[in-house]
């Protein structure tokens, strides 16, 4: 198979993902003989596209699931997609409302047709995106939140929690988003500072002619006030005690009450009271058995409790009225004020406590073993900080409201009654027998009422990893018991409570266990001055785009390379630059070596020495990569192979190797080059599928029209010698000081000099730096005249240069190097004097500032001797 002189992505990807996908390399079926490795991708939206924060993800997913099947085990990686019940919902909408249609025209069917119409035009294209990435899933596996088996999945649990007592229905506060018309759950809200403005209002005292004082963010919630509370140990609001006050514009009298809840540092020590309309104003009404007035509509307006406001927008509200209460002299001032307001994550608006009929789920005992599972370290989080961000959500979970006012995700399978009360089953002919046994009259099944509510979307995804493998409807499955536990889980650390947290306590509620042993926390993708991505900063890059430019085998590695775990990633595309640029070194090496003529001579010694070094290099490396994916380093994992190759295996080794121009290349060496490539190719086939199972099929001469992969390949361990590494390392430490020589003076690499060596040297090395450098060693007792001298370890090298050399200034450099070396000799000595450090440190630690100390004052002897002998010249 020949290359082509330049790699070109684009004629390869597409067509080695089809051979994937054409030989069923991705397939993974239950097998006992085989270890399974198991990861469910977190489903993005159904109609959702690529974005670098997907990039990222699933880039790391597919680097631990090729690895895996490299390892030799049955590794299965499934997809799918969520059904976003309000991005989708919302969408649907906008669609709807351009073509002129509200959603509140058309019937729940009506509505639902449009929607299942919508996902199906555009639901998936984010899944075939992937597969040019090179995600390796099944995708006969690929699942939807809203499919069959996980609809009936969701229904299932839902029904046997309620049974179970673990959902509730009832009235609450909630979030509720005006925007979308739905509550939220206390983790779908953002807090966010905003600026502005503290407003202080005049509550005229009944009876009197003064006033109190009241502060207040939200001037257009006064309609809801039922009372003003003061703290009885304020000495500023004392006089209040016992007396009445009118609420301005409303001109409702309303009682002044008191508790030590108020802060009396905030404003001026009066709260006023609006239970329908604040979590904490809830709180104090239910405890003094206050009047709850709700001066909302579900969009945001206010209703007719807003007198002459009504229908009014509430931010419309708010600068009207204030307005209005300086023209009526009950506005005493208005201060800037910055205070954290709760935003919708969906929709990006503030959101409003509401009193709302919903369903919750009961948190406190369903979470207790998921926090458990991680705390005993049963769940490795990785970076483990994120662990304590957990343990403190688990300890202070509050009951999830799990109800949504949608049509879009999994209608609430309750059913109300005709004389009211409701009971909850699977289907409408299950809740009519059921209630058939409750109640004592008859009734038809028409007359059954369905809930009209959804489900949260996350109560569906929650469930992931047990219903993918149908866990829920078919608890003994072969799959589930085959798969489940998955093994990783790639996720954000944003998600930790929406969805991590929930899988945790799903898994431990209906498999009794864990439903992954590791999760790995991607950071947030940002650009390189640190800001996050986004459309309207126009600093987020198209990702299909940046796979046409730089192909996805340099995308993958440009990602890779800037995503430590759990860390923000700082994304620049001249890394994706780089990987395109080492994708081309890597071909370009191939065809070097392919480009060899191959003869039948005996090794040359030197390159039995390069064969040694680099195979105990190889291995190394392959336990290092090792130990760095146990800990999920996988940044470090690549950057560590990328050094091999480029630093080690092109700029040493194939230089060592390389035969002379027009000679052939011993069939020993050239074989154990191959051998060599391959290696490197299987070590980067995780990161960049594509470019090796290219090189794969070349270096060993396969065509596409076979079932040959790279992926199912393993790696060899052997044994390998560290010292001989070390002893390399001296010889390039030897040979880069001999063409810094070269360089400083201007010397050709062709002219033959001359290396004097004083002192313990090992001799194993020395074809291999007789021919990197070009030199001819001596061993001498005394350096010559006009000489560059330099020490590796406590051996001094010397290379005569002659009348090439300016006296002067390398006595000058000389100089300039004792004087370092005299400083960090000061610092070693100030150790070493130092009796406490002596007697407490570890002996290893001693001995090794002691051998600095030797170092140092043999390299200064050696600098002496060198200015003495260019003095003498």
Not at 61 to 67: A, E, F, G, K, T
Not at 268 to 288: I, Q
Not at 755 to 771: A, F
Not at 792 to 803: L, S
């Amino acid at each position: 198979m020949e290359l082509a002189s330049k790699y070109n992505p684009a004629e390869i990807e597409s067509e080695w993902y089809e051979y994937w996908l054409r030989n069923g390399f991705f397939r993974s079926v239950p097998d006992d003989n085989r270890e399974p490795y198991t990861i469910v991708i977190p489903p993005p939206n159904v109609t959702g596209v690529l974005h670098m924060g997907h990039m990222l993800n699933n880039t790391i997913q597919d680097v631990l699931v090729r690895r895996a099947r490299m390892q030799g085990k049955n590794a299965c990686w499934v997809p799918g997609t969520d059904h976003a019940s309000i991005a989708t919902e919302a969408k649907v909408v906008a669609k709807l409302a351009s073509e002129g249609i509200k959603k509140s025209d058309l019937t729940r069917e009506e509505f639902l047709k449009h929607a299942w119409d919508w996902t199906h035009k555009h639901g998936g294209i984010i899944l075939e995106q992937l597969k040019k990435l090179g995600a390796s899933c099944d995708w006969d596996r690929t699942a939807f939140t809203m499919d069959e088996k996980r609809s009936e999945s969701v229904l299932k649990v839902f029904c046997d929690l309620y049974e179970k007592g673990k959902i509730y229905r009832g009235v609450r506060m909630v979030n509720w988003d005006p925007k979308a018309q739905t509550a939220l759950s206390d983790e779908e809200v953002i807090h966010k500072e905003v600026n502005g403005k503290l407003y202080y209002l005049k509550y005229k005292i009944v009876g009197e002619n003064g006033y109190a004082a009241v502060a207040t963010t939200r001037p257009e919630t006064i309609f809801g006030d039922i009372a003003v509370c003061i703290n009885p140990n304020n000495p500023k609001t004392a006089t209040l005690k016992g007396k009445k006050l009118i609420v301005p514009v409303c001109n409702r009298e309303v009682p002044v009450i008191e508790d030590e809840y108020v802060d009396v540092e905030f404003g001026t020590g009066c709260l006023k009271v609006t239970p329908a309309h604040d979590v904490n104003d809830y709180m104090l009404g239910e405890k003094y058995n206050l009047e709850v007035i709700d001066i909302f509509n579900d969009n945001g307006t206010l209703n007719k409790h807003g007198l002459q406001y009504e229908g009014m927008d509430r931010f419309d509200v708010r600068k009207q009225i204030e307005k209005d209460l300086e023209a009526a002299g009950l506005l005493e001032k208005v201060e800037a004020y910055t205070n954290k307001v709760g935003f919708s994550e969906r929709t990006d608006v503030p959101i409003e406590p509401k009193l709302s009929m919903q369903w919750f789920l009961k948190m406190k005992e369903i979470s207790e073993p998921a926090l458990k599972a991680v705390m005993e370290d049963d769940i490795q989080l990785y970076p483990p900080k994120f662990k304590n961000t957990y343990r403190y959500w688990m300890e202070n979970v509050k009951d999830w409201c799990i109800s949504r006012q949608l049509w879009w995700g999994h209608r609430i399978p309750a059913y109300f009654l005709p004389k009211g009360g409701f009971v909850v089953a699977l289907t409408k002919e299950e809740a009519c027998e059921k209630a058939r046994k409750t109640v004592d009259y008859s009734f038809s099944i028409d007359e059954l009422c369905q809930d009209e509510d959804c489900l949260d979307t996350w109560f569906s995804s929650w469930l992931w990893p047990v219903s993918v493998f149908d866990g829920i409807n078919q608890p003994d499955n072969e799959e589930i018991n085959y798969y489940y536990p998955t093994n990783d889980l790639v996720t954000g650390p944003d998600i930790i409570f929406f969805w991590v947290a929930r899988m945790i306590m799903a898994g431990e509620e209906y498999r009794h266990k864990e439903p992954f042993k590791n999760v790995y926390f991607t950071g947030i993708v940002r650009d390189k001055l640190g800001r996050k991505m986004s459309k309207q900063l126009g600093n987020s890059p198209d990702p299909i785009e940046l796979m046409n430019r730089y192909g996805a085998d340099g995308v993958r590695m440009g990602m890779l390379l800037s995503a430590p775990a759990g860390n923000d990633v700082h994304f620049d595309e001249a890394l994706c630059e780089q990987g395109r640029n080492f994708c081309n070194k890597i071909w370009n090496a191939l065809r070097l070596v392919k480009g060899w003529e191959v003869g039948n001579d005996d090794v040359i010694p030197e390159n039995e020495v390069a064969i040694e070094w680099f195979n105990a290099m190889l291995q190394k490396t392959i336990r290092e990569v090792d130990d760095l994916f146990d800990k999920y380093r996988l940044s470090e994992a690549l950057m560590l192979i990328y050094k091999l190759f480029w630093d080690e295996f092109s700029a040493w080794y194939l230089e060592i190797i390389k035969p002379e121009f027009g000679k052939p290349i011993d069939s020993h060496t050239y074989n154990m080059t191959i051998e060599f490539f391959e290696t490197l190719l299987k070590l980067l086939h995780p990161f960049m599928p594509f470019i090796t199972e290219e090189l794969y099929h070349a270096l060993n001469d396969y065509d596409s029209n076979g079932d040959e992969t790279i992926m199912n390949q393993s790696i060899t361990k052997l044994d390998y010698s560290i010292e001989f590494i070390e002893g390399f390392e001296t010889a390039k430490e030897i040979i880069t000081n001999i063409r810094n020589i070269r360089a400083s003076k201007n010397i050709s690499p062709k002219e033959k000099l001359t290396l004097q060596i004083k002192g313990g040297h090992n001799i194993e090395y020395d074809l291999v730096i007789n021919k990197l450098a070009n030199v001819a060693i001596e061993f001498v007792k005394e350096k010559s005249a006009g000489v560059v001298s330099f020490m590796v370890g406590t051996c001094e090298y010397a290379v005569p240069v002659g009348n090439l050399i300016n006296a002067d200034e390398e006595i000058k450099k000389m100089q300039s190097e004792i004087a370092y070396l005299e400083g960090f000799l000061t610092s070693v000595n100030a150790k070493l004097s130092n009796e406490k450090f002596v007697a407490n440190a570890k002996p290893e630690v001693v001995e090794a500032e002691r051998k600095k100390k030797a170092d140092a004052e043999s390299k200064i002897a050696a600098l002496q001797e060198g200015i003495a002998t260019l003095k003498k010249k």
